[in-house]
Nanobody, 124 residues
Framework: QVQLVESGGGLVQAGGSLRLSCAAS????????MGWFRQAPGKDREFVAR????????YYATDVKGRFTISRDNAKNTVWMQMNSLKPEDTAVYYC?????????????????WGQGTQVTVSS
């Protein structure tokens, strides 16, 4: 079983930055594709970003592209998401996701493993 533990959330003013971390255990990290999702109050969980097993092909949702950067270090069993130029509409619980397949699906129902989530709040 894969365990994912997120950290790095918090309260930030609009235009600010945060860096989320997700530490994985329970399986060889390099065998997992990784991603981030978010869920705002009253809304469905939505895809944010993903990265494949060897750090290639990062892919982003349209509304975060150019502002967020996903990265990973297989030696540290960790994936990060650097979030810059944050907007109030980025406020949500952010979830780390892992998958045994070659990519993390952008459909939450198809993701294998989830973290517990970390709150990000952006004030205007």
């Amino acid at each position: 079983q894969v365990q994912l533990v997120e950290s790095g959330g918090g309260l930030v003013q609009a235009g600010g930055s945060l860096r989320l971390s997700c530490a994985a255990s329970g399986r060889t990290f390099s065998s997992l594709s990784m991603g981030w999702f978010r869920q705002a109050p009253g809304k469905d969980r939505e895809f944010v970003a993903r990265i494949n097993r060897n750090s290639g092909s990062p892919y982003y949702a349209t509304d975060v592209k150019g502002r967020f950067t996903i990265s990973r270090d297989n030696a540290k069993n960790t994936v990060w998401m650097q979030m810059n130029s944050l907007k109030p509409e980025d406020t949500a619980v952010y979830y780390c996701a892992a998958d045994s397949g070659s990519v993390v699906s952008n459909r939450p129902s198809q993701v294998d493993y989830w973290g517990q989530g970390t709150q990000v709040t952006v004030s205007s």
